[in-house]
């Protein structure tokens, strides 16, 4: 249905019209004690978050120019110090398992400090508007799908190529110049410690996309502003006991009801719901609902190619495709909804 409504930064981003929203964030020049406490820490991040945000009015109103040097110390990098923090009692996801994974324990996800990315590439398969995207598959989820289609990447996080925040950023330069519009960083819940550092070696301005369940700790989100310029985000479920049985993942809807608003507040949003057989009704339904009513100006992308991989034959329900009756009824939902940035 047309071109992207509501990816306006995003696309100046892309034509190096605006700086990527990590640009500013290493502008913002932040004196801090790496010896603080957590705490600590968190009230300078949240301090000077005020002066980033009156950055970015700036920027993107004009009123200040394009060129932003580099702070020595940034807030980027106390957004990195915070990250290795939270490493240490992790709670990067909802979950919140506390396991010093800096120290070699491991939580849910089996994830110690170590970041692995089992692919990088230009995938040309993503929105149209994405592409092509450099993708970064890094490996490990806080989630168990049971349809995954990614299950040898997201149930192995040992496997892959150990990640070298420098070396990656070059990557991300290198590939930047040859053609990507943005790089896209998928299944990152579990690696913000590492992502941020890689972000803070890119050189070349790059919209930053972060390709999520969503859902990350109250934290993460707000580490999270002023680095990511698009959401590129999962709206999966449409309640807590589809979530659990399917995923895993419980309080699923408080949790990424949370992160939406959230990321609505701080970045661009483009939405997948993906459709799963036998849930247009408990699911879709609902998540369009809340998404017209609360978060109206995101890329609504509505996703038919659910497959049922990995162990979907243990759940009947789900062991099979779409059917054309439960396309047509989601197509239906989502066209009444008064949503206005379609992707069908
Ligand atoms: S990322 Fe989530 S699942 Fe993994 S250790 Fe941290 S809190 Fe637990």
Redesign the pocket.
């Known amino acids: 249905m047309g071109s992207p409504k509501f990816l306006n930064r995003y696309n100046a981003v892309e034509n190096n019209e605006l700086p990527a929203c990590f640009k500013v964030t290493k502008h913002i020049s932040v004196e801090f004690d790496q010896n603080a406490s957590l705490e600590e820490l968190w009230n300078v991040h949240d301090m000077e978050m005020e002066n980033y945000r009156l950055a970015f009015k700036e920027v993107n109103s004009g009123v200040r120019g394009q060129e932003l040097p580099e702070a020595e110390s940034s807030l980027l990098d106390l957004k990195i110090a915070i990250a290795d923090r939270i490493l240490q009692h ?4 909802e ?3 506390g ?1 010093n ?1 800096k120290e070699g324990e ?4 089996r ?1 110690g400090k170590t970041s692995r990315y089992a692919s990088e590439f230009l995938h040309m398969g993503e929105e149209p508007e994405l592409v092509p995207s450099h993708t970064i598959f890094l490996t490990g989820c ?1 989630f168990s799908c049971v349809y995954c289609q990614n299950w040898d990447i997201s149930t192995r996080p040992e496997s892959g190529v150990v990640i070298d925040p420098q070396k990656v950023g070059r990557l991300i330069d290198m590939r930047r110049s040859m053609g990507p519009r943005n790089v896209n960083f998928v299944t990152p ?2 690696h913000p410690h590492t992502i941020l550092k890689v972000i803070n070696e890119i050189s070349a301005n790059t919209p930053v996309v972060w390709n999520s369940n969503m859902y990350h ?1 109250l934290e993460i989100g707000k580490l999270l502003e002023g680095v990511i310029d698009v959401y590129l985000a999962d709206f999966r479920y449409g309640n807590d006991e589809c979530a659990k049985r399917y995923s895993n993942a419980k309080d699923y809807m408080r949790v990424v009801e949370r992160n939406f608003e959230t990321a609505y507040r701080q970045a661009e949003i483009i939405l997948r719901q993906l459709v799963i057989p036998g849930h247009v009704e408990c699911c879709t339904r609902p998540i369009v609902e809340w998404t017209a009513t609360h978060i109206p100006k995101v890329r609504f992308n509505l996703m038919f190619q659910y497959t049922p991989y990995y162990r979907a034959a243990e759940f009947p329900q789900i062991n099979r495709y779409l059917t054309l009756k439960e396309r047509e009824r989601a197509t239906r939902i989502v066209q009444d909804s008064g949503l206005e940035d379609v992707l069908l």
């Open positions: 992790c709670h990067f996801c979950r919140r398992c396991a994974r491991v939580g849910y996800c994830l806080v819940t579990p700790s």
